[in-house]
């Protein structure tokens, strides 16, 4: 069965700190690894990573795949209050039209 | 933001009672996804489209049709609703299939007494 892990499940830090958020995933025939934002609505797409080892970076969010070690992280630098939301992994599975999420990591930046 | 809409926004049903949700979009993408969110176990797919008419199941569809009459419709049924169905809605669309980000709708919240 296709697996995809996250943790933690929750992270409280304070404003400035960086967060590093984890992925593992067990997936048949894995094509690509997506990050979605969620605040208190729909998710938003962050990042796709198909190669190991290519960091994709938007700001202070950047994110890491390692396919041989099954999983990805997503780090954010500088946190802000903003940046508080839940955090989904995806994996997309090549051949099938699914994603497989995890639980996703709420994170929570008090000032 | 991409052209998503879901109706209705919140629904209060009976157990036992049809009720329809509704995705439209404007973008005129392929593909389109009905998922539901539930607290520790992220979006599970319940079924998706790809193309008019064409629908497949995901992995939590037992309860669950769908069908696609046009492109920018996909609606979802619950033929007859029960307690354990109680969740939050989202639809997402995909302009080539899953592998690329999907775009998602503002989810309906749907309980059922």
């Known amino acids: 069965e296709d697996k995809v892990v996250q943790s933690p499940l929750s992270l409280v830090v304070h404003e400035g700190d960086t967060v590093t958020l984890n992925c593992s995933y067990e997936?048949?025939?894995?094509?690509?690894l997506l990050w979605y934002k969620q605040e208190k609505k729909a998710p938003t797409f962050l990042f796709m990573l198909?190669?190991?080892?290519i960091e994709k970076k938007s700001g202070r969010l950047s994110s890491i795949l390692d396919k041989k070690e099954l999983f990805s992280i997503l780090n954010i630098t500088a946190t802000q209050t903003g940046d508080s939301a839940v955090y989904l992994c995806?994996?997309?599975?090549?051949?099938?039209?699914?994603?497989?999420f995890g639980q996703g990591t709420r994170l929570t930046i008090n000032p | 933001d991409a052209g998503i809409t879901q109706s209705p926004r919140h629904k209060v049903t009976e157990t036992g009672t049809p009720v329809t949700l509704r995705c439209h979009q404007t973008?005129?993408?392929?593909?389109m996804y009905w998922y539901r969110q539930d607290p520790g176990h992220g979006l599970r797919l319940i079924h998706y489209?790809?193309?008019?008419?064409?629908?497949d199941k995901g992995e939590v569809s037992d309860g669950y049709s769908v069908s696609r009459s046009k492109t920018e419709d996909f609606l979802l049924t619950l033929e007859s609703a029960t307690s354990s169905q109680t969740s939050v809605y989202f639809c997402?669309?995909?302009?080539?299939?899953?592998?690329?980000?999907?775009?998602f709708g503002p989810g309906t919240r749907l309980t059922v007494t």
């Open positions: 997402a669309i995909s302009a080539t299939g899953s592998s690329y980000e999907q775009y």
């Open positions: 997936v048949t025939n894995f094509r690509s």
């Open positions: 198909t190669s190991s080892g």
């Open positions: 995806a994996v997309s599975i090549q051949g099938a039209q699914k994603l497989v």
């Open positions: 973008e005129n993408h392929r593909y």
């Open positions: 489209s790809y193309g008019v008419k064409d629908t």
